[in-house]
């Protein structure tokens, strides 16, 4: 079944599809669907690839793009945010104490 990407409050399985972003101008990896269990996922992705091989071969898609997925646990944006604070905060010298980060 499909899920909300951003609720941090389940487990999720990803799809990232690597290609152009035209709003930044650059390539990169999109989340474009969440799942609830890794089985439709890897279908999703399966399904697909087809279409983008299909693409190159064609010449309709860039030869660059490609689908990667991704299991994003339970509070995965709330442990990142944590550990990105933690880091640069011991890159100026300062300490953090767990109980502050837990409170984050």
């Known amino acids: 079944m499909w899920v909300d990407p951003a609720d941090d409050s389940i487990d999720r399985f990803v799809v990232l599809h690597y290609r152009y972003d035209a709003d930044r101008n ?3 990896k999109i989340v ?9 996922r890897d279908a999703e992705i399966f399904r697909i690839a087809h279409e983008i091989e ?4 064609s010449g309709e898609a ?3 793009e490609y689908l990667s997925g ?5 509070n995965y944006f709330r442990n990142a945010r944590r550990s990105r604070i933690r880091f640069n905060a011991l890159k100026r010298g300062v300490i953090i104490p767990d109980a502050v980060l837990r409170e984050l």
């Open 54 to 57: 299909a693409g190159k071969a």
């Open 32 to 40: 474009t669907w969440a799942f609830d269990n890794s089985r439709e």
């Open 26 to 28: 650059e390539r990169r």
């Open 62 to 64: 860039d030869r660059a």
């Open 70 to 74: 991704s299991h994003w646990p339970v």
